[in-house]
């Protein structure tokens, strides 16, 4: 799917989840998004291509998708691995420069990196600053229960149920708006437990950390119950003006799709195709 020839489509989809980012345990805190006060020109392919280097934006501490193996191996994940084949499909080397999260906007406004590469969803506001990619990562909010569960099946079945949520995530919103009794908890681990035990009926997250602890844990004791119809979009993020590189690296995607590579790497992160 084209995101920038369905904007109003992906629009719809992201204000319908309001996703930050992946919105997992590990998803990073986003603050109001506000535009640049000042931001760099664009880069234009030819430009990139003549300095023989893509600068990379990215967190490093950010699993599956930007760390460090062991904490201080080689930075690896799924956002790394497709940005350097897309490196590669451009004939540049990649040099990635970490940055913490809440100042990552800033690093591409100031030009102390070409593009950022760290799950970044696709909204409305952040349009009207900067370019995306078309996307390569798409998930959706599910409900998760007891395997043996049969009882939940919808969000429907959530009213009168009882929810494991973080207070401050936004699918703690979701449940309640679904007429679930929500138990505190401080993130998907503990929401797993309580739910192993016995304590709650279900936990409403991102698709992406139940299909990331799925492919680490294999727990057979849970299963996906329901899913939500909206989806959240993340793309590669660009500085105003760096069209001919948006559209260079556009066609880099559409080719490692065709070729199966998105699919590939998708699967050995996740056990299943996130990028489509």
């Not at 990635?96 to 799950?119: C, K, P, Y």
């Not at 969803?121 to 078309?134: A, K, M, V």
């Amino acid at each position: 799917m084209s995101i920038r020839r369905c904007t109003s489509l992906a629009v719809a989809g992201i204000a319908a989840l309001a996703l930050s980012s992946c919105g997992g345990d590990s998803a990073p805190t986003e603050g109001p998004d506000q535009g640049p006060e000042e931001q760099a020109s664009g880069l234009t392919l030819e430009e990139v291509q003549e300095a023989g280097v893509l600068t990379v934006g990215t967190e490093g501490t950010y699993r599956p998708f930007s760390y460090h193996e062991g904490g201080s191996g080689e930075l690896t994940g799924y956002d790394v691995e497709i940005i350097e084949a897309v490196a590669e499909k451009l004939d540049v080397d990649v040099e990635f420069q970490e940055t913490q999260w809440d100042a990552m906007f800033a690093g591409l406004d100031s030009a102390r990196f070409d593009v950022i590469a760290n799950q970044v969803s696709i909204t409305e506001e952040r349009q009207e600053n900067y370019l995306f990619s078309e996307p390569y990562t798409v998930s959706n909010g599910v409900i998760v229960t007891l395997a043996e569960n049969n009882d939940i099946s919808s969000f429907e079945d959530l009213d009168g149920a009882t929810t494991a949520q973080s207070l401050t995530s936004n699918w703690y919103e979701l449940a309640t708006e679904s007429g679930a009794e929500v138990e505190a908890v401080e993130g998907w681990a503990q929401a797993v437990a309580l739910l192993e035990q016995g304590r709650v009926d279900a936990t409403i997250n991102d698709k992406l950390t139940y299909l990331d602890y799925q492919a680490t844990e294999d727990n057979q004791n849970i299963k996906i119950a329901a899913e939500t119809e909206d989806h959240s979009y993340a793309a590669f993020i660009f500085r105003q003006g760096s069209d001919s590189l948006v559209d260079a690296v556009d066609e880099a995607l559409a080719e490692l799709a065709e070729e199966g590579t998105l699919s590939e790497i998708s699967e050995k992160y996740f056990g299943a195709d996130v990028s489509q």
